[in-house]
């Protein structure tokens, strides 16, 4: 039987951030330097009826998954979207989040602005260039209107290749529009009655979410490397 204080973090997991066992078991062994196995947050979770978790939260079944292709080395491909925000804690203005990921690292850039259009999509690429610790060669858009000529000729000018995903297919923007998901389950939830109405503010909240979600969070797909980790071993590795 599992120590209470054990369980009590298993559930808090579960229940605030919906991780699975895996991820529930990597997290006890990376910050709280507690051994448990998976199938052991399994059958706890199944004794406390916390097993199931909401029909938005499940994984797709096989066929309806789609393979993400990770890139070599780091910013051979950047991942860049945007996200509506929807008005914080009732504040009624409305905010955008500017996301781009880089494909072999999942290092992520994140950026909100009170307005969606190719003038902020281009400032949003200044930033993420001087802030990104390697040099880009792609950045891959959707084909949205704050993505049209005037920044695809800006990312051109600043001597990067710009690409557009097919129509109507998100899937080929898979991890950006993944980490988006993760956004909403480990971040915005955590506002919920929060009221945000100034950008300065937002931003300073979103660059510490930032912050952790680059150095502090384990990534399944990266293996439980933080985007940090697996940067430091693609940089200090041999090509």
Request: glycine residues 6%; aromatic residues 12%.
């Amino acid at each position: 039987m599992a120590p209470a204080e054990v369980v009590g973090k298993i559930i808090y997991l579960r229940q605030n951030y919906h991780f699975g066992p895996s991820k529930i078991a990597m997290y006890l062994a990376r910050y709280h330097d507690i051994e448990i196995s998976k199938s052991g947050v399994w059958r706890i979770l199944q004794r406390l009826e916390l097993n199931r978790l909401p029909a938005s939260q499940k994984h797709k079944t096989y066929q309806k998954r789609w393979k993400r292709y990770e890139k070599p080395q780091p910013g051979h491909r950047v991942q860049m979207d945007v996200k509506f925000i929807t008005p914080v804690g009732g504040a009624g203005k409305r905010f955008y989040q500017f996301t781009a990921i880089d494909d072999c690292t999942r290092l992520r850039v994140l950026r909100i602005y009170p307005r969606c259009n190719q003038k902020t999509a281009i400032q949003f690429l200044d930033y993420l260039l001087a802030k990104l610790p390697f040099r880009v060669e792609v950045i891959q858009t959707d084909n949205g209107g704050e993505f049209g000529s005037q920044f695809h000729y800006h990312v051109l000018d600043r001597g990067i290749r710009h690409v557009y995903i097919k129509p109507a297919t998100p899937r080929l923007n898979g991890k950006v529009e993944r980490s988006h998901r993760i956004d909403e389950e480990e971040f915005y939830r955590m506002l919920d009655g929060v009221v945000i109405d100034d950008t300065k503010l937002f931003n300073d909240k979103l660059q510490e979410w930032e912050d952790f979600y680059n150095f502090n969070r384990p990534h399944g797909g990266l293996d439980g490397q933080t985007p940090y980790e697996r940067l430091r071993q693609k940089t200090q590795s041999p090509v």
